[in-house]
Structure formats: C-alpha cells, structure tokens
C-alpha cells in the first residue's frame, strides 16, 4: 500500500470514529437527557396542570423503567433483523415524536404511556451503540468513543437546564417539550446523514451464520463466560450504588444533616459539571493504560464520594463527594461498554451489552427499594452511602478478574 493511500485510509478512520462519537453522543442526549429526565424536572409545573399526584408519579417512572428493561431484552432481536443504525436512528426519531406529543398530554394515563414508550427508545438507542462502536471504530479509540457517548447525558442534562431557564418563565411547559422534540427530530436527521456519509457499515444488515459455524441449540450460553458474568455483575453493582446515591442525597442532606438548598444545588451542579468531560477523559485513560486500570480507580472514587458523604463535617466535603462522584459516575457506565466492545465480537457485543443493561437497572431497582428501608432498619440514610461505599470496594476488586482487553483483540 503506498503512502498516499496509507494516508488516505488513516483519515477516513478518523472522519468516521469522529462522526460515530459525535453522533452518538447526541443521540444519547436525546434518549436519556431529554427522554429520561426532563420529565422529573418539570414535573412540578405538569403535576400542578395536569393534576395528578406523586403517587402516579412514581408509577409512570416506574413503567419507563419497566419498559427499557422489556425494551432491552428484545433489542438484540431487532438488530439482527434490521442492523444496528437503523434501530439506533429509528429509535432517536420515535424518541423526538413521543417528545412532541408530551406537549399534548391530557392524563396521568397519556403521561405513563408517552414516559414508557421513552424508556423503550433509551434502550433501542443504546444497546446497539456497543456493536456498532466495536465495527466503525479503531480499537485502539473504542474506549475515549464509548466514554465520550456515556457523557451524552450529562450534555442532554445541561440543555435541559438551559430549556427551562430560557422558556418557562415565558412559556407554558407544553413549549418545553416542543423545543426539545424538534431539536430532537434534526439531530436524529443529521445523524442518519452523518451516519449514512461516514459510517454506512452500521446500516448493513448482519448475514446469518453458515449452518457449520452456528452452535447446537442453547448456543446462547457460549456468552455466559467469566469475562462476561464479571461485566454483568460490576453494571448491577454500578445501579445498586449509584441509583441510591442520587436518589436519597438530597433528602439526606435535607433532612439529617439540615443543609440548605444553595448547599445541595452546588452538589448537584459539580456533578453536572464534571460529567460534560469524565467519560472522555476516562475513556483516553482507558486506551493508553487498559480499562481494567481506569475501572478501579473510577470504583475508588465511587467508594470515596459514599464515604466522604456519609461523614462529612465540612461543606467542602460534599463537594469533594460530588467531584469524584462526577468522575466515576459518567466513567463508569463508559468504560464497561468499552470493554465489552473490545473482548466480544460485534455479532455478540448487542446481546451482552443487552443483558448488562437489564441486570443495571434490576440493580438500580433493587438499590433503591433496599436504600428506602435502610433508615427504617439502621435509622439513618447513612447507611445508603456506606453501603454504597462498600459495593463500590467490590466493584474495584472485580476489575481484577477481567482480562487484559489488549491481549483479546485489537
């Protein structure tokens, strides 16, 4: 091959793991920032409107994450069937209508049913990310790409914000949903374009195994491997600490350790803050030194921020807490799909990731139903963040039974 050639190769490599990042990035903060969490946080001015209360709120949350997990256990079988970018793009412009028709609820039903259908379209755009990650993007970049997607909700978090800000004090919340719909729709056109431009493998439909290389049945147990059960249980760690951690903070902070607003807004707005850059930097961290490396030490910080939480005397502590939660946090949900994308084959990386997925949000679940009797049991919220501090130490000493991702593949 000459050198120009060479060259010409080396920078379409780059024009196309560059739009993959881009695109997906956004995308992810069109499904999670604004199809998962807007809702919670116009939620007040909706329930006054609409008139329904915090009991059905609950509920309705509930079903959207009943439905990403339905969503994401079906996922793999769409893939198959269609590829990954057409579901991924198919499920950013699902999401971006269900936005737009958020403007015309009318019910706490209307609510449950367009909250659910987001929750199956945050799965369908995210499970097949892995995948087409590990077929467009150079291995030795997977880990800055996957870190960089994984900080999408940080992004989408901050538009939210800034929606709000700009046209609630002006506009019905109705506005809101329309202006975040229609951003919605163009990015999901502009990356079917990109996508299509710089990256046309991710719409190629995979063909079928030849008949002699296919596994006899209950061939899907050839992905239950110790690499995998290890991927699978750090991810339902991950939701059994960190869906606790964010859950109860304020109301720890509220009611047991009589903060002030101002105080928990600065926590918050750190961890915001921190997340728009700690999935990328942690991914570049993860190419140079290996996933395994970057995994523990964002465990470490994890296991720091529950600790610095729970005994805390200073308010410089809690911002300590929130600057290393910020980097473990968004690190974390980047850095296991890396890895994922550089141990297994593209053909298997979409159902791994799928059940990881599932068994995230049954840990978050879990965390979350067993950190709401942690007071009732132990009398004090405290307990969550000990506890949290205690799976994170697990987490990190699981990394240690994960292989060396560079000598699988590159």
């Known amino acids: 091959m000459t050198t120009t050639a060479m060259a010409s190769t080396t920078t379409q490599s780059i024009t196309r793991t560059m739009s993959v990042a881009v695109v997906f990035t956004l995308f992810v903060a069109v499904a999670f920032g604004f199809g998962l969490y807007l809702f919670a946080l116009i939620v007040p001015v909706m329930r006054h409107s609409l008139g329904f209360e915090y009991t059905a709120i609950g509920i309705v949350t509930g079903g959207a994450q009943t439905a990403y997990l339905i969503a994401a256990l079906v996922c793999p079988r769409l893939v198959k069937r269609f590829g990954e970018g057409q579901v ?41 990310t892995v995948g087409a990650i590990s077929e467009t993007v150079p291995f030795c970049y997977r880990s800055r790409v996957n870190g960089l997607v994984s900080s999408g ?27 975040a719909g229609s951003t919605s729709l163009a990015i999901a056109l502009g990356g079917l374009l990109a996508l299509r431009r710089f990256a046309p493998q991710v719409f190629v439909r995979k063909a079928p195994q030849r008949a002699e290389s296919r596994r006899p049945s209950g061939s899907r147990w050839h992905l239950v491997t110790r690499s995998n059960l290890t991927v699978w249980t750090l991810l339902a760690l991950s939701g059994m600490a960190c869906g606790p951690w964010q859950n109860y903070l304020s109301s720890f902070l509220v009611d047991e350790q009589a903060h002030s607003l101002e105080t928990i807004g600065q926590v918050w707005s750190i961890i915001g803050v921190v997340g728009l850059f700690s999935g990328f930097a942690a991914g570049m961290a993860a190419d140079k030194a290996g996933v395994r490396i970057a995994l523990a030490l964002s465990y470490a910080a994890l296991a720091g921020s529950g600790l610095l939480i729970a005994f805390h005397t200073a308010v410089w502590q809690l911002r300590a807490a929130a600057l290393c939660f910020g980097l473990s946090f968004y690190a974390i949900y980047g850095l296991i799909p890396a890895y994922i994308s550089k141990t297994v084959d593209p053909r298997s990386a979409t159902t791994v990731f799928a059940v990881a997925n599932v068994l995230l949000g049954l840990g978050t679940t879990l965390g979350n139903v067993t950190g709401g009797n942690l007071p009732g049991w132990l009398g004090s919220l405290k307990a969550v963040y000990i506890t949290a501090s205690a799976l994170a130490c697990v987490g990190m000493v699981l990394t240690t039974v994960l292989r060396d991702e560079r000598r699988v593949g590159s």
């Open 153 to 179: 909700t940080a992004y989408g978090q901050f538009a939210n914000g800034m929606l709000v800000t700009w046209l609630l004090p002006r506009h019905s919340w109705q506005w809101i949903w329309i202006v």
């Open 88 to 128: 991924t793009v198919g499920a950013v412009a699902a999401a971006a209508l269900l936005l737009l028709f958020f403007a015309g609820v009318q019910s706490v039903l209307s609510v449950g049913l367009v909250l659910a259908g987001l929750g199956a379209t945050a799965a369908f755009m995210m499970v097949p």
